[in-house]
């Protein structure tokens, strides 16, 4: 099977529809850099940088360069996420389109769209955050409130049939929270939508509770990987010299005694911490920011205002927080090398998640090639790259179901439609459509 990736990153999820049976022959993404790494992993693949909604026609280009006599069997796309989070300044309400229209990157679905039109794939992936399917944007021709989902599924009806998923990954056994949205869309003159029908082209959950089975839990993850111990207090500590991957920040006295003093494998973190480390008095008081005995700030995430300390403002159930051992681990994102960042800090060790270990919890297999990207580019681009990626384990999976889907055989291996995911992905079109107020869009 051959496939094209648009928005590829560093092409990590396209190892696992690659594992299933996909070579990716033509693979674009705006950063070279990036780029350069899916193509190491992808050495079939032609690539082309740059942004896409200028260089959309070199993706076709390249495909019938290298495919001059046949249509891609998949069209893998991964727009980017940013501009869907309400909690990012300036976007405003999730239902205020023209606040969502300030990030452009809210309407790439158009450049899928424009290669779909183009190279005709018999399936096609998307993949975002949940709130693709219902963040208001403006339409780029009516400019009237529509979601990223809703516009695309409006573009490519006549063409294709559209299934969605909004579903936690540690269902399919990534060993981390990743609460994702999924559009597959499988051209109208395939056999399989016959033959298959009650089902999605997407892979039933192994590891949902639902479906008898247990998520993967970071302390069994961790101990499968066995990199070993770091530790935050001196360089010395937070490297291991024989694994170029696995190594943490290192900080300052207050900040490691501040996450030393929360339990380990608690999930708690240091906003709860009430002892005072000069006096050992204990506070009572969350609210309290430095001690009532002695004046000492505690050892909480505190500021020197004006005239004293006092507690940081805002994320206070996430931020300097241990994540539960017995639990997944929380989603590894582009921050994970931020201690006041969503819940980044090892669950009994003092210290952050190191790049290696988060590549694992993202499910990157041990050979990815990465090339010179932390000589060149440094931790932070690396950590960007691995938070952005979508789990191979899964799209391995999900690749396996299309080919499923597309062939009209093993229906035991795919998702009932009336699955909660799929029920809950299309509850959430419906209720965006019904906020469009038209009927140019259909269920």
């Known amino acids: 099977m051959k496939a094209v990736s648009l928005f590829s990153n560093c092409g990590a999820g396209d190892v696992g529809y690659r594992n299933a049976g996909f070579d990716f022959r033509v693979m674009a ?28 026609s070199k993706v076709v280009e390249q495909w019938h360069l290298a495919e001059p006599d046949r249509r891609p069997d998949l069209l893998a796309a991964c727009p980017p996420c940013q501009g869907m989070s309400t909690a990012r300044s300036g976007l405003g309400s999730h239902d205020d389109h023209e606040a969502g229209g300030r990030d452009s990157r809210n309407l790439l ?23 693709f399917l219902t963040r208001s944007v403006p339409h780029p021709e009516t400019g009237g409130p529509v979601s990223a989902a ?29 609460k994702r949205s999924f559009l597959t869309l499988i051209r109208n003159d395939e056999k399989g939508l016959e033959t298959s029908s009650g089902f999605a082209p997407f892979p039933r959950p192994s590891h949902a509770s639902d479906w008898g089975g247990k998520h993967v839990s970071i302390k069994e993850s961790l101990t499968e990987l066995a990199a070993g111990s770091l530790d935050a207090s001196t360089a010395a500590r937070a490297a291991d010299p024989t694994k170029p991957m696995h190594f943490v920040p290192v900080w300052g006295e207050r900040q490691y005694k501040m996450v030393q003093a929360i339990p380990a494998n608690s999930g708690k ?60 681990a929380s989603t590894i994102t582009t921050a994970s090398g931020r201690v006041g960042s969503d819940i980044t800090i090892h669950p009994w060790e003092n210290r952050l998640l190191s790049p290696l270990e988060c590549a694992h919890l ?44 597309l062939s009209g055989t093993n229906e035991s291996s795919l998702l009932p439609c009336e699955d909660s995911r799929a029920l809950k992905a299309r509850e959430a079109l419906r209720r965006a459509n019904a906020k469009v107020g038209t009927k140019s869009v259909q269920e």
């Open 29 to 56: 993404e705006l950063d070279p850099n990036r780029l350069a790494v899916a193509l190491a992993n992808h050495p079939l693949a032609v690539g082309v940088p740059g942004d896409l909604r200028s260089t959309w």
């Open 109 to 131: 679905v158009t450049v899928i769209e424009a290669v779909a039109r183009q190279l005709k794939p018999r399936a096609i992936v998307v993949e975002n955050v949940p709130a």
């Open 150 to 178: 809703l516009l695309l599924v409006e573009l490519l009806r006549a063409d294709y049939k559209v299934f969605a998923i909004s579903a936690d990954l540690a269902d399919w056994g990534v060993p981390q929270t990743r």
């Open 269 to 328: 973190g240091a906003w709860s911490n009430d002892g005072c480390s000069v006096c050992a008095v204990k506070s009572v008081d969350p609210d309290e920011a430095v001690c009532r005995s002695c004046g000492e700030p505690l050892l909480r995430p505190v500021v020197k205002g004006d005239k004293s300390w006092r507690l940081v403002k805002g994320f206070r159930t996430t931020s300097y927080t241990r994540m539960k051992s017995d639990s997944p």
């Open 362 to 405: 993202q499910t990157l297999p041990t050979d990815f090639e990465w090339g010179d990207a932390l000589k060149k580019h440094g931790h932070s681009n690396l950590r960007e790259m691995i938070g952005e990626a979508v789990p191979p384990r899964f799209t391995e999976l999900h690749g396996r179901a299309i080919l499923n889907f």
